[in-house]
């Protein structure tokens, strides 16, 4: 069974950053593609993906501030949040795709305040 374990969100101040993870369990087949989304109440926005093979793309807002990477061979994705802004608050979840499929993690929540 392919589980999604999403860590690393915090209340922190604008400017500062964190690094959330996405850990996958349970997949014997290569993951295709790991992507962030943040959702706040019933919006659920992209923010960044990292493709097995090819370069990272990101949401504009994201652009240059946040920084997505892939260990591969343990099947984890970082996502390096710096400058952080007080509407990047939510819940961060993780989603990964293999052939055919598609997983979700349940998020960790960024709150960032003033």
């Known amino acids: 069974q392919v589980q999604l374990v999403e860590s690393g969100g915090a209340l922190v101040r604008t400017g500062e950053s964190l690094r959330l993870s996405c850990t996958v369990s349970?997949?014997?087949?290569?993951?295709?593609?790991m992507t962030w989304y943040r959702q706040e109440g019933n919006q659920r926005e992209f923010v960044a993906r990292s493709?097995?093979?090819?370069?990272?793309d990101y949401a504009d807002d994201a652009k240059g501030r946040f920084t997505v990477s892939r260990d591969s061979a343990e099947n984890i994705s970082y996502l390096q949040m710096n400058s952080l802004k007080v509407e990047d608050s939510g819940v961060y979840i993780c989603?990964?795709?293999?052939?055919?499929?598609?997983?979700w993690g349940r998020g960790t929540q960024v709150t960032v305040s003033e």
């Open positions: 349970g997949s014997t087949i290569p993951i295709n593609s």
């Open positions: 989603k990964a795709v293999r052939t055919g499929d598609a997983y």
């Open positions: 493709p097995r093979l090819g370069t990272p």
